[in-house]
Structure formats: C-alpha cells, structure tokens
C-alpha cells in the first residue's frame, strides 16, 4: 500500500510569517507530486506541482522535492488569513501497467491568525 | 468556461434506495475518478476510468459501480446505499493519466451524500 503521510496538524501561525508544510511518501518509484489546497466544504485546487528534485516557486509559495529522503515540503510565505484551509499533498506513482495513481495524503490544517 | 460539474450537489436518502450522481466535464478529458472524503481519512479513490468504456477499481470500491459510455460522463452508481456510504464525493478529471508526469486533475464542486 503506497502511502503519503502529512501532519495533520492543526497548524497555526501569524499573519505575515512562513508556513511550511511537510510530506513524505512510500514508493520510490513516485514521479510527480502536488499540493492542493481545499477550503471547508469546497473541492481541492492544484495550488503546486513538481516534478524534479529542488525547488520550484510560484509567488509566495514554494515546492521542494527530495526524491533520496522522499521528502516533499510547502512554504507559504507573508501568511495571509486567507490561506487558512487544508493543504493536501498528493503523489502520483505507477500502479501497474500502463496506470499511474494519485494517493493523496489527509491534508494538514493551516490557520494564519489576523 | 472549463469546468466539472457533479450533480445533486446534496443528497439526503434511505438505505436501499439505488442513486446516482453525475459528473461531467467539458475539456475533453480522457482520465476521470471519483473519490470520497471522511473526515480523518482523507481523500479515498473509489473507480477511474481510463477512457471510454475503460474502468478500473480504486482503493474502495465496494457498494459502487460506473459507467463510461461518453468521454464527458462518469456517474457513480449507489444500487443499495448503506449509512457507511454517507460521505462527501468528488469526480475528478484529467487530460492523460500515464508516463512521466500526470496532468492536473480538476475537481468537480462535490456531493454531500447522507444515507439514513
């Protein structure tokens, strides 16, 4: 059983400070990895992807892959309230065949207090 | 405007009474899934489909069933809703499953489903 694990959290930091949030997976074998962000009752948005090892920025958010340690992070940084929702990690490795799967991990909580 | 649609949105029902809810998206996506959320357990693949008339099991299969006669529809088929199956579900669609990298997948709005 390939496996993602998150802190569930909650997580809780100040407007304006750097959240980082932390992922790692099972299979060694993962190609592609994501993180979604889903606010209370609304369907999960692809907020990051990366697919080598590094960073990968976009505005204030920041990927970063370390396929030796399997090892996936999110940094969200100037907090804003307005990130304050479950941030899903999600690892795409092969399932056999020609099939590849999506194995989300439970989502960790973050709350960016005013 | 490119979008996932599932319909109900929200569902009360009684057990033993066959449901289902559509999904359907228009950016001509091959690969489409559903899923359920439970609290503390995350999000849980129940069927994908590959392709037209391409499906296969996800990890919780058990009490559904699908179809995929048209690349646009997916529904997910209750035939005897139990209360365990009170959850919240997603479809999901992406362009091509396979290779190296994955595309995206797009998420329907969801539906609140409550089996009483």
């Known amino acids: 059983q390939k496996e993602v694990e998150q802190n569930s959290g909650p997580l809780s930091v100040p407007e304006g400070a750097i959240a980082s949030l932390n992922c790692t997976y099972s299979?060694?074998?993962?190609?592609?990895f994501f993180w979604y962000r889903q606010y209370s009752g609304k369907s999960p948005e692809l907020i990051m992807s990366?697919?080598?090892?590094g960073d990968k920025e976009d505005g204030r958010f920041t990927a970063q892959l370390n396929k030796a340690s399997q090892y996936v992070s999110l940094l969200i940084r100037d907090s804003q309230p307005s990130d304050s929702a479950t941030y899903l990690c999600?690892?795409?490795?092969?399932?056999?065949?020609?099939?590849?799967?999506?194995?989300f991990g439970k989502g960790t909580l973050l709350t960016v207090n005013p | 405007e490119a979008q996932v649609t599932q319909n109900p949105r929200y569902l009360i029902t009684v057990t033993g009474k066959k449901l289902t809810v559509t999904c359907s998206q228009n950016?001509?996506?091959?690969?489409m899934s559903w899923y359920r959320q439970d609290p503390g357990l995350g999000l849980r693949q129940i069927y994908y489909?590959?392709?037209?008339?391409?499906?296969d099991k996800g990890d919780v299969p058990e009490g559904y069933k699908v179809s995929r006669k048209e690349k646009r529809n997916f529904p997910l088929i209750l035939e005897s809703p139990s209360p365990n199956q009170t959850s919240l579900y997603f479809c999901?669609?992406?362009?091509?499953?396979?290779?190296?990298?994955?595309?995206?997948?797009?998420f329907g709005p969801g539906t609140r489903l409550t089996v009483l």
């Open positions: 950016m001509n996506h091959e690969y």
């Open positions: 999901a669609s992406s362009l091509k499953r396979g290779g190296l990298t994955t595309d995206t997948q797009y």
């Open positions: 990366i697919y080598s090892n």
């Open positions: 299979d060694r074998g993962s190609q592609s």
């Open positions: 489909s590959m392709n037209v008339e391409v499906t």
């Open positions: 999600a690892v795409n490795g092969w399932s056999g065949g020609s099939n590849y799967k999506l194995t």
